[in-house]
């Protein structure tokens, strides 16, 4: 079973701070923006318009210099290195934008008819409760906000509630927006954190799926490599690396197969080194390893048409599976294998046959019909080679 692990404390407040600067900076700012252009258009008749101009451009400058701080934390992932830092930062960003909604109202109420207040707090309360939506991802941000906004104006509605006929109402009211919106917030805040935790535990999980799925892969590349290697050790002769006698029996009887359907030939030449016993007896089992070895690289060389194999039958006896080859090309073949071993010129003295090491060759060729088993074909060519033999070695005998 798959560990899941669960996203820490840390790791949790700072993908907080990174969705909120992602998905808050361009929703929160272009409300404020909004509402800043909104102020100056209600008021310029009261106020002037260069006054109002001024005091919207130090707004959007407040609004412009908190998102470059947001891009620039993004950029240089202050959220991961220092998460602390940058949200006291935030924090003090929404408490200077808050303040500046909540002084704002509170230094033009007295000077403009009611109506035109309750459309100015309408706009503070709708860009508090918009920023409600992007900012809750960090609850003290967002709280920043509200009680910077909202707070001051109900207070101050209601310490002046002899001012106007409603500001006690206006007062009550802005209160109970605040309560209802710190609770909706908590509600919310909970439910982003929740999102935000399993949304890192599912990549959590992807990425250790996508971890072991690639161990698997390797693993089975692995496995594949490790059977071929298997599959080579089973029909492989680990002395002379030609084929063994599992991967002639084998292949001769595909060839068969082959031959009968197609109504070729086969040939098979058996091949045995003279007086062997002798050379170990003479030169010891090492040198007489080496032998074999360098006649398996001879019967490499000698197969040199396609699907021809070379193997070791057994002990000191050799075998060519020629398919496709008739008499006349099998002798030819065997007449080849016995020039090179002449010239590899390995000495021999104990050998009563020639000074130089040798080898006797039986050779069957067949036209395999329904009957025709691997056995029957060595059979043939072990009793052309017994001929061989009994007929003073170092020569080919077809059968």
Partial sequence: MIYQPRIGEDELFAAQLELLMQNGRVASMSSNCIAALAMVALLWPYFGLLPLLLWASLVLLLLLLRSLHMSNALAGHSYQREPRRLFWRLVFGALLTGGVWSATYIAVAPHIPPTLQYVLLLIIVMITTISLAVMVVVREYFLAFLFASLFPIAWWSLVHLWEQPHNLLVGAVLLGVCALLLVVSNWIHSSFRSMIALSWEREAMARELGELTGSLRDRNRQLKAARRQLTDLANIDELTGLGNRRLVNHVLRQEINRARRSHGELSVILIDVDHFKLYNDTYGHPAGDEVLRRLGDILTRTTSRAGEVAGRYGGEEFILIL??????????????????????????????????????QGVFTAAPDGDLEPINLIDAADAALYQAKAEGRNRIVTA
């Fill in 323 to 360: 398919p496709g080859a008739d008499a006349d090309i099998a002798r030819r073949t065997a007449e080849s294998l016995a020039e090179l071993v002449r010239e590899a010129a390995i000495p021999h003295r104990s050998s009563a046959t020639s000074d130089r090491v040798t080898v006797s």
